[in-house]
């Protein structure tokens, strides 16, 4: 698909943007050819030159606003609000992926990784919906796509039986990240006494009876967890080159735990001395942008700030609001928590050294694909105005005064 994108895809140069590189902030023009960043301009006679040898080039004039590389979420399980918006409501998956893909570009993000659940046994997260989700979305990709679709397999661990599907998905690649979760009562984010029956009687429209016997069949099943079958799983991934996170560690020992199982990003841990210590053995820890924008953990867990402004985490996700990531890149910004450029890494080179994509997204530099996005501000709120991916535009918006 992507060769046949290119066939007809201009040169394009994106002038007059405050760009964010890596590690810096610059007035420069970007120079995009074949969908791939062609070269940094600085200068009227660069400019002039680039544009004599690329006459037929489409230019975008940023006005100022600030050029961002396209933001990568690795964590976000809103497409299952898009299939499911309440209980025992089904939309089709089709309708949902469609409605749910366009809604991405507005907030900067161009690569997501469609986090869905297997073993849960709420909401969507059945099995033959999940199955079901991810055939189409990987269906879907290999025909069309306005961002770059991506599957985030979360597996719950207690879900013995589901073992088959994440060993085929592995070995057919047919996921892009794997993650291993333990939602039991008692421990990670409901070791808080009566916490999980609360989440699922709000959120399920259960009653008292029902969730007693969820969290009875949960709890059994976390008591069969075969770490040997765990293993093969890292295994697998491995041979394919697909990482793996670690869920909602609470502490060093789950760490370790985690590190054993060939975990390499530690997703949402529950406090900042279990974040401080994953950091400290070499995993890329990620919290939630809705964490940063709101000040707090919905769960009253570990405040996403204090963990970055310590050093021990370095990577945002979405988790369950998309519009967050953007909000969050900068605010981290406005309080001087990072400068902008670390905090943009946090959206967008960082996840992608994490799930070894580097060297293809992730930042404005020579000879990645050009995926970025030019955002405006308005009463101290940011927005996206134009975003480009692969070299070719796939939302803009005006505004009326």
Known sequence: MEDRLLAHIKPLLVTNGKVVLPDQVVDTAVAVVGGRIDRLLQGEEAIDSWLRQHSNAVILDAEGKYVLPGLIDIHCDAIEKEVQPRPNTLFP????????????????????YHSLSL???LSLRGDHLLTGMVEHINDYRAKRSVIRNRIHLRFEVSHM???PIVERFLKEKAIDYLSFMDHSPGQGQYREPGSFERYV??????????????????IHRREQVNASQLQELSRLAAVQGIAIASHDDDTEEKVEQSIHHGVSVCEFPINLETAKFATARGLRVCVGAPNVVRGAS????????????AGAADILCSDYHPSSMLAAVFKLAEQEVAALPAAVRMASLHPAQALGVDGELGSIEV??????????????????TNTIIGGQSVYRSSVRY
């Open 367 to 384: 000879g990645k694909a050009a995926d970025f996005v030019i955002v405006d501000h308005y009463e101290g709120l940011p927005f996206v």
């Open 298 to 309: 919905h769960d009253k867990n570990l405040k996403a700030v204090d963990a970055i402004a």
């Open 161 to 163: 039986a589901g073992m």
């Open 119 to 121: 073993g849960v046994g």
């Open 93 to 112: 998956l089709n309708m949902a992926l469609l409605e749910f893909e366009r809604k991405l570009p507005v907030h900067g993000i161009t690569t997501m």
């Open 201 to 218: 009687m709000k959120n399920q429209g259960v009653s008292q009876e029902e969730v007693r016997v969820i969290v009875d069949d949960l």
